[in-house]
């Protein structure tokens, strides 16, 4: 399977779309709302239709970026936020961007690349976070049976890929998962160390 931007746009295009649940993930929800800096860069990498970056929006955050390489994942966020610019979406590869952000957020992307390219994604993060920047987000915590994506994991698997780079602050059992996903998520937040 060639998990290429023709996959991405044919699943988006067809409907087939199951891990979208249609709103803004709650314990993403419940994170944005104690930011207290409006101003700062955010981006979500593999966004798909951003209920999260609607959310942001919602919110007064309008420093985002939201990364896909299906064009068509946009069109629904499009019709909610009309406003946004269009230098805020980033249609292309994720390993591609370039910038600085002061926050990446993490939901169903990490899971649906190849395991084989999680070390590059955690190295890609730790280049696009300015120091003192948060990576943070979901990841099941959850071995799956059928071939990915999604692709599961657990714990002690993410830490040995992130902890190379950044400083866990956080990384424990979701207590606001949707309830199919109850006790399948991990809530995680880690930082760019800044460089003495």
């Avoid at 399977?1 to 023709?6: I, P, V």
């Avoid at 207290?36 to 593999?46: E, N, V």
């Avoid at 591609?96 to 990490?110: R, V």
Wanted: hydrophobic share 40%; with cysteine.
């Amino acid at each position: 399977m060639n998990l290429n931007a023709a996959f991405w746009q044919d699943k988006y295009q067809s409907g087939d779309t199951p891990w979208d649940i249609g709103y803004p993930s709650p314990p993403i929800c419940n994170f944005v709302t104690k930011l207290s800096d409006k101003d700062i860069a955010i981006l979500i990498p593999g966004a798909g239709k951003a209920h999260e970056a609607a959310f942001l929006w919602q919110q007064g955050f309008r420093n985002i970026a939201i990364c896909d390489w299906a064009s068509a994942a946009f069109e629904e966020v499009q019709r909610k936020i009309p406003d946004m610019p269009a230098e805020n979406y980033r249609i292309g590869n994720f390993f591609d961007l370039n910038g600085q952000f002061d926050l990446i957020l993490e939901q169903t992307f990490f899971c649906a690349i190849a395991p084989a390219q999680r070390a590059d994604y955690a190295a890609k993060c730790f280049e696009l976070l300015k120091p003192g920047g948060l990576l943070a987000g979901l990841l099941f915590n959850k071995v799956f049976e059928k071939p990915g994506p999604p692709f599961g994991g657990d714990a002690q698997t993410y830490q040995s890929i992130f902890s190379p780079y950044f400083t866990i602050h956080k990384m424990i059992p979701a207590e606001d998962s949707i309830s199919p996903r109850n006790g399948n998520e991990l809530f995680f937040v880690l930082e760019k160390p800044y460089v003495n």
